[in-house]
């Protein structure tokens, strides 16, 4: 499996910004995908997941109600977007498949991770 993501950007606090990370080379029909951040100094930390099979979502504390992820099963893509971002939401974002059926917050349970993309919120 291979995953790309597209490219992360500067936006200003309160803005919003939508990130995408196709797949190619899936084969199985429980995988999940995850969306984590690291920054600077910090351990990578998990950010929203979905299910391919039934959509399926889940997402850690600090970005619900700000963040929506979502997948379209035809193209392969899964979607983040991000909405009344704030400055600690600064990192470089990964997305990540793991080939389920659970969906975990727990990234080293994942298996294929995309290249990264970095998204910096001004203060």
């Known amino acids: 499996v291979q995953l790309q993501a597209s490219r992360g950007g500067l936006v200003q606090a309160g803005g919003s910004l939508k990130l995408s990370c196709a797949a190619s080379?899936?084969?199985?029909?429980?995988?999940?995908m995850g969306w984590f951040r690291q920054a600077p100094g910090k351990d990578r930390e998990f950010v929203a997941g979905?299910?391919?099979?039934?959509?399926?979502?889940y997402y850690a504390d600090s970005v619900k109600g700000r963040f929506t992820v979502s997948g379209d099963n035809v193209k392969n893509t899964v979607y983040l977007q991000m909405n009344s971002l704030k400055p600690e939401d600064t990192a470089v974002y990964y997305c990540?498949?793991?080939?389920?059926?659970?969906?975990?917050?727990?990234?080293?349970?994942?298996?294929?991770w995309g290249q990264g993309t970095l998204v910096t919120v001004s203060s």
């Open positions: 979905i299910t391919w099979s039934d959509s399926r979502t």
């Open positions: 990540a498949e793991d080939l389920g059926p659970l969906l975990s917050d727990y990234w080293r349970l994942y298996d294929y």
């Open positions: 080379g899936r084969t199985s029909s429980t995988d999940v």
